[in-house]
């Protein structure tokens, strides 16, 4: 029997790659990616961007869904794996404890306020709302969870349940009893719930993912309060603002914010090995495990795992040496900067908005020459945005993502590595792309009708 090579596999594959995940794994998912044109054959990457198995670059403005902050196959972090495969390291001793999940742990307490001194690792983020929802309600012997309304917290049942949007939950239920949900932004809301006192925890994004929608000013200040006043603990996900996303290593730094619970993951780990993570108090932590037979009251069989601590070392390095924390402030603004005169550019463009390098820009009905717009809005509401993602990916080699079900906002959320001119080049392909849109010729509308599986 010949030996097993990766490189004759992803080779004998090449072209082959969305077949292949049409029989095996995804038929409907291979569909759509024929349909809206993102059907090829990725050879490789490196940092901010991608190549096709023609050669073609294209810049990555996804960042695999915010995971690779420290850029794709980042050197340094492929370096500190190998070192560790080469150790052959006990790896997880279940019943032992190793040191590479203290150093981790120790390196991201460094980076938290005192308040946060434990942490519970995962294997994703939505692991880490799980233990979040489960350990909160066990500290706090409190059985309802409130979170916001358009909140992204992951898809499994707890985190589901926290997820307000039906485009997630229909099909799923029951869901978890005891969740409640309240318009992000909306203080007086939150205290109603808050005021009854039997509130384990309240769950936010301090940018929600979905549509990019920055907190409003006094809001999240507001919200710990509250929840201090009422003895709920206040959890804030970072699964996608952390690790530098908004401009700061964690974005409640912001608002100078001293949460109970953090949920983290993503790009921990550089975007090479499955991780997450809850920090979170003492108090919560002591309240769980609080005697030898309660030791174990959560984990799973890989968390730690031994790989993803190398990695996450390896990243919380990388941000630090290259500087991509600051980085990605300086160019957020320049992002910002180079996108905002779209807005009057453009009647369609209705903002322009992010922090650090979470960005979006959203698309409304304009005033005058309406008619294609609305046309395609009827078709199916924010179809517009699929309109620019589109013809970013054909004709400029920018890949982007719609930013929720049914909104008209385009998200980007490069690596922290992309340069200022890529930045300028994505801001003139956008403009492009805009004034091409606006214009909709009838293919182009036959293009979202398709996109949209209307036809
Ligand atoms: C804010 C937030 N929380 C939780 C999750 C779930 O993380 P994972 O996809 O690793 O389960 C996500 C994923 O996008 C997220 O954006």
Redesign the pocket.
Known sequence: MSDLSITQLVESQRRREVDLWGRTINPQFARVLRTIGFDRSWARAKGQYLWDADGNRFLDMLGG???FNVGRNNPRVRAALEEALALDLPGSVQLGATALPGLLAEELLRRLPPRLERIQFTS??????EAAIKLGRAAVRRERVVACDH??????LG?LSANANAEFTRRFGPLLPGFSHVPFGDLEALEEELRREDVALFLV?PV??KGVNVAPPGYLEGAQELCRRYGTLFCV?????GFGRTGRMFAFEHWGLEPDLV?V??SLSGGYV?V?GLVMSRAVHEAVYDSMENAVAHGSTFAPNELAMVAGLATLHELDEQGLVERSARLGERLLELTRPLVDEHEVVREVRGLGLMWAIEFGEPARRARTYRFVDRMQPGLFAQLIVGPLFSEHRVVSQVAGHRMAVVKGLPPLCVTEQDLEEFAEALDAVIRKAQRLPRSLAAFAMTAAGIR
């Open positions: 869904f915010g995971m994703s983020g939505t692991e880490a709302i909140g992204f917290h992951g898809l499994t985190s994004e929600q993912g996900d970072e699964v996608q603002t949920p993951a993503k499955p997450g």
